[in-house]
């Protein structure tokens, strides 16, 4: 898989010059250049698919998760400054003594993707995390996917609101993300069940 787009949405104080901050891009540059369909084939292959919307998502990130915790992330966790804080677990953390930093990547539709971020810039606000990275499919790739994917498209009208927050030192990145090509050979990724939505 390769990254086709990276933005920093919010960058305040000297978050992004951290030796942590350098750390986590390339540790998540690794874990997407690590993520393939068929998983095992050491690329990622997309099925376009006979109609619109046809593979699922959940499946994709798999291979980049795993790369993080080898790397050292901790998965489905949230730093220990939001305790008590409502909000759910985040995919990864990275936990160093400059600060922590968040990882997200996103398996659900555009109002999770505004979660995601959300969740993020209140981790940023509160000092549990001193930067964010969320991963989204770029616009290329989100017509093979699930039926409204959160994509960078949807969510760059809202990067000067994001940007906007008043947060003394932090940074959060949008990262964007597409298939090395399309395959029709390969199989669909397969959909699963969340609720209502088929993912």
Not at 69 to 98: H, I, Q
Not at 128 to 134: A, K, Q, Y
Not at 157 to 177: E, K, M
Request: contains cysteine; aromatic residues 6%; charged residues 25%.
């Amino acid at each position: 898989m390769k990254i086709v787009e990276e933005i920093n949405v919010v960058c305040h104080g000297n978050a992004d010059r951290l030796e942590t901050w350098y750390r986590a891009c390339s540790d998540v540059e690794q874990a997407i250049a690590s993520i393939d369909w068929p998983h095992g084939s050491g690329s990622f292959k997309l099925n376009p698919g006979t109609t619109k919307n046809a593979n699922g998502v959940v499946p994709i990130k798999i291979p980049g998760i795993v790369k993080l915790r080898e790397l050292g992330w901790k998965t489905e966790s949230l730093p220990r400054e939001l305790a008590g804080v409502r909000m759910g677990n985040l995919d990864a953390v990275l936990e160093t003594e400059e600060g922590v930093i968040g990882f997200e990547w996103e398996t659900g539709n555009i109002s999770s993707s505004h979660r995601a971020a959300n969740k993020i810039i209140h981790a940023m606000l509160k000092g549990g995390l001193i930067g964010g990275i969320l991963v989204v499919p770029a616009e290329s790739m989100r017509r093979y996917l699930t039926d409204r994917i959160g994509n960078i498209t949807e969510l760059r009208a809202y990067f000067p609101v994001w940007s906007a927050v008043n947060i003394n030192a932090g940074v959060f990145r949008v990262v964007a993300i597409e298939y090395d090509q399309l395959d029709s050979n390969v199989p669909l990724i397969p959909k699963g069940r969340d609720g209502m939505a088929m993912r």
